[in-house]
């Protein structure tokens, strides 16, 4: 059996303002959910996993600013521009660290304390690779040298005598 990704919910105590920060991290618009219970939400192209973010103020068995941690990349940029316009729109970081294959990933907090981590672009992830392959061959290819350091009483053959 398969399963997808359909949506997300993420609470909040303002979710509306929540709602409005990653409409801006993903330049979309805030649309009303047509629910029993209208809640804001974010919508995403047709077959986009997840295809709509919701928000939603806490209740009962839910804590603001807990639950998954979602991750972005940017489509074009460096992380660190990424970062800076993320700021930019009202979130913080949390922790800068080396993610998987030693690649940096920031740990950013929305202004509902939802944390989500941020990773270098596409094309930055093939620099980053490309100049860890030419570091490895570097390093492998390298021929080593020895230099012995021989004390002048022994060159001259008088052995210090």
Known sequence: MSVELTHLT???DD???LARFWAAVFTKSVTQDQGPAPRPRVVFE???RPEVLYFEGPRAGHLSGSGAVLGIQSETGTLAQEVARLIGLGALVVVEEKGVEGLPK???SDPGGN???VVPGKEEQIDWERARE???KERTSGTATAVIIVPDEERSGNGGA
């Open 115 to 117: 944390q989500f981590s």
């Open 106 to 108: 920031v740990t950013m």
């Open 46 to 48: 047709e077959g986009r």
């Open 10 to 12: 993420l609470y909040s």
């Open 134 to 136: 030419a570091e490895s």
């Open 15 to 17: 979710p509306v303002s």
